[in-house]
C-alpha cells in the first residue's frame, strides 16, 4: 500500500466536566489526529498522549515532533501496518506517537479491503460491556450522586480514581450505599509507595474487583511484594509498556489483571501480543481508556471484543466525556457498547463537528 501523505491535525475538545486524578486536572483534551491517505483509503487514528508528561513521560507536542521528524520519514514508501510497526522499532519510547500511526496505517489498509478492525483483531463480541472511570471528587456526597448519575445510565462497573486522603471513605461511602454486588475497583494513577502496604491493605475490607497501579511505573518488582500483603488483586496500567514487560510482570507476581491500553504499548498489534501473553496465563484483561474521541473509542471497542478481554472496560460512552464527539456518538445499551462492523475502525469523523475543534493541521507529503 502506497503512503501518499499524512495529515496531522490538533483538536481541542472540552470535556463535560474536570476529570481529577492523582496527577492532575484536566478540563479540555488536547488531541492529536492522524490521517494517513493512501490510492485506496483514507486511515485514521487518535494519539492518547495528554498535553502534559503527567501520565507517562509521552505529551501531545512531543509526539508530534517524533512523528513529523522521525517516524514519518522512518515509514517505507509502500507500507502496511506490519511493517510500519518494524520501520519504528529502532526508535526508543514514543509509544504512543507510533501507536497512532501504525493505526492509521492500519486502519487505511483494512478500509482498503473493506475488512473491519475487530474481525481483523479476532474479535467474538458484537458488544462489549462498559464501566466508567469517576475521577477525585470534592466531597463524599457528590461522589455519592455521581455514581448513582452513571448507574442510572448503566454502566456495569464503577472506577474510583483513588490517592493519599481520598481512598478508604470513599470506597467505604459507595460500599455502604449501593451494596456489595456492585462491580467497584480503584486506580491510584502510581500515588502509593510499598510503604502504604498497611493503609492499602484497608481496602482489602471492601471486596474490590482490583486496584490499579498502585506504586509507580517503574516499580514492578515492588507490587509483586505488594502483592503478598494485600488481598485486592493487582491490575497494573503506567507499568505496562510492551508484551515482554506483561510477560516479565506475570512472571514476577507483580500483577494477576492487565489494563490494556493500545496507545502506552505502540499500538493495536502489541496489544493483541499482550491479549495473548496474558490468555494463555489466565491473568485477567479489561481495555483502558485516555479519554478518546470517537476516532480512538471504536479501535479500542474493537479490542475490548476479544476473547480474553475478561473484565468491563473503561470504554464509556461519548457522552462520559463529551457533549459533542467528533463522530456519531458512542451510546449505552444496557450497559454496552456495539462493536463497530463497518471496514477499518468503522467511523468516520463528522467533517463539520471536525472543523470546529480543529485549531491546527499539517499536511507531510512523502
Ligand atoms: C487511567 N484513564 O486509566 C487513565 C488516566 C488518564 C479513564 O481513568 C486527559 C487525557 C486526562 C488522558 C486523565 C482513565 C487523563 C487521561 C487520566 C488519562 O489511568
Ligand atoms: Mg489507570
Not at 517524533?66 to 526508543?92: E, N, S, T, V
Request: with cysteine; aromatic share 6%.
Amino acid at each position: 500500500m502506497k503512503i501518499t501523505g499524512i495529515e496531522l491535525r490538533r483538536i481541542a475538545m472540552p470535556l463535560v466536566a474536570p476529570f481529577r486524578t492523582s496527577f492532575g486536572t484536566e478540563t479540555t483534551r488536547d488531541v492529536l489526529l492522524v490521517r494517513v491517505v493512501t490510492p485506496e483509503a483514507e486511515g485514521w487514528a487518535e494519539c492518547v498522549a495528554m498535553s502534559q508528561p503527567l501520565y507517562s513521560p509521552e505529551y501531545v507536542d512531543g509526539a508530534a515532533e517524533a512523528m513529523r521528524r522521525f517516524l514519518i520519514p522512518a515509514l517505507p514508501d509502500q507500507a502496511d501496518a506490519q511493517a510500519a510497526g518494524r520501520a519504528l522499532a529502532p526508535f526508543k519510547g514514543h509509544r504512543m506517537a507510533k501507536a497512532a500511526l501504525e493505526t492509521a496505517v492500519l486502519d487505511a489498509q483494512l478500509r482498503g479491503r473493506r475488512e473491519s478492525l475487530a474481525a481483523y483483531l479476532g474479535a467474538v463480541a458484537d458488544r462489549v460491556p462498559c464501566g466508567v472511570s469517576i475521577g477525585i471528587m470534592g466531597s463524599i456526597p457528590e461522589l455519592l450522586d455521581t455514581v448513582e448519575g452513571y448507574l442510572a445510565q448503566g454502566y456495569i462497573r464503577i472506577k474510583l480514581k483513588i490517592q493519599p486522603g481520598w481512598d478508604v471513605a470513599p470506597v467505604r461511602a459507595v460500599r455502604e450505599r449501593f451494596g456489595p454486588e456492585l462491580p467497584l475497583q480503584v486506580d491510584a494513577n502510581a500515588a502509593y509507595t510499598l510503604a502504604d502496604a498497611p493503609h492499602l491493605a484497608r481496602l482489602d475490607a471492601f471486596d474490590l474487583l482490583l486496584i490499579e497501579q498502585p506504586l509507580a511505573d517503574d516499580d514492578i518488582v515492588q507490587h509483586a511484594a505488594l502483592a503478598r500483603r494485600i488481598t485486592t488483586p493487582i491490575c497494573l496500567d503506567e507499568s505496562i509498556e510492551s508484551a515482554e514487560h506483561a510477560a516479565a510482570a506475570i512472571t514476577l507476581g507483580a500483577c494477576s489483571i492487565i489494563n490494556v491500553k493500545p496507545g502506552r504499548v505502540g499500538g493495536y498489534l502489541e496489544a493483541r501480543r499482550i491479549h495473548d501473553v496474558a490468555r494463555a496465563h489466565g491473568v485477567g484483561l479489561w481495555c483502558g481508556g485516555m479519554l478518546e474521541t470517537g476516532i480512538g473509542r471504536a479501535a479500542n471497542v474493537a479490542l475490548a471484543a476479544l476473547p480474553g478481554f475478561t473484565l468491563p472496560g473503561d470504554t464509556s460512552a461519548s457522552r462520559r466525556y463529551f457533549a459533542t464527539d467528533i463522530t456519531p456518538p458512542f451510546e449505552l445499551n444496557d450497559g454496552h457498547l456495539d462493536v463497530p462492523t463497518g471496514p477499518g475502525i468503522g467511523v468516520d469523523p463528522v467533517p463539520d463537528i471536525l472543523d470546529e475543534v480543529t485549531t491546527s493541521a499539517e499536511w507531510i507529503t512523502r
